[in-house]
């Protein structure tokens, strides 16, 4: 399989649908390129499905480039997404270039960016030094506190119009794709026909051109609030504790290790 280029993700707008799932680790990210996923993104949901913090807005840059070289490490085929941290462009938005050749030094293909006031300015800055950006509107979990809290967004008109905005201004400004979160289907299926670039949805229905999952939701590994718009395809959770369960009895009983687990003297 080959790698995965911009300019391909792009050309799958109206062809075929994207997938893109989360991933914080090297070994996982063997896991997902070798069965031909397209995008990967080093989510800064790692603050709270790996660190067990409240907020995504606590997950430090060094924490985030640490795991973007772990996966990055292990692909070859898909296209590695990092996400930007909070602190890395939200906090000092004049810094965004900085810390944004950061991640792509430490493999990244291309960096996601939140909404934000500040927002355009970031996306242009980034982009005129040809870092390659995806956008991210709706539920932005980064200034989720200045939303309302976890909720749907674009429910009225008002707000609906107002992303709908944001999605045309962030590609004229040269975002790649646009993740679109917690928003109504109808609304990201406006949104969707009327970019040329390809829109990835979470919880946003079906009629975005990707969609993208937390994969410890998607392993069924993370035990958080279950969300309405997400799919756990494995029970990962239950599994792993019933074979952490095995282990204890087999360590107590001296059924492990066994003999073709030892080594032994020479004879
Ligand atoms: O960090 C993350 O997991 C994300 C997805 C929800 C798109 O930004």
């Given amino acids: 399989m ?27 990210a063997k896991v997902l390129d070798e069965a031909g996923l397209d ?43 990092a996400d930007m ?26 960096v996601k960016i939140e909404w934000f006031q500040k927002c355009p300015y970031v996306v242009e800055k980034l982009i ?7 956008g991210h509107i709706g539920l932005t979990p980064q200034t989720a506190h200045l939303l309302g809290g976890y909720k749907v967004q674009g429910k009225d008109k008002l707000s609906a119009d107002n992303l709908l905005k944001q999605a045309k201004q962030l590609e004229k400004l040269g975002v790649f794709s646009l993740v679109l979160e917690c928003i ?20 946003a229905g079906k009629y975005c051109d990707g969609q993208v999952l937390v994969l410890y939701d998607f392993l069924g590994l993370y035990q958080g609030k279950k969300l309405k718009f997400t799919r756990a395809y494995l029970n990962l959770f239950s599994q792993a504790k019933t074979a952490v369960r ?22």
Avoid: W
Avoid at 85 to 105: E, G, I, N, R, V
């Fill in 2 to 28: 080959n790698k995965i280029t911009i300019k391909d993700i792009i050309k799958k707008k109206g062809r075929s649908k994207i997938s893109m799932l989360t991933c914080y680790d090297y070994s996982f």
């Fill in 39 to 81: 995008m990967i993104l080093v989510g800064d949901s790692l603050a709270n499905v790996v660190l067990g913090m409240e907020e995504t807005r606590r997950v430090s840059v060094t924490e985030m480039l640490n795991h973007t070289r772990a996966v990055a490490k292990a692909v070859k085929h898909s296209l590695v997404v």
């Fill in 85 to 110: 941290p909070y602190t890395s462009y939200q906090k000092d938005p004049k810094k965004c270039l900085y810390y944004a050749k950061k991640f792509m030094a430490a493999g990244a293909d291309a």
């Fill in 128 to 134: 005129k030094n040809k870092i390659p950006v995806m």
């Fill in 184 to 203: 109504p289907l109808e609304l990201s299926r406006q949104i969707t026909k009327s970019l040329k670039v390809p829109t990835i949805g979470i919880g």
């Fill in 246 to 267: 095995r282990f204890v009895r087999e360590v107590e009983k001296g059924k492990f290790p066994n003999k073709s687990e030892s080594f032994s003297l020479k004879k």
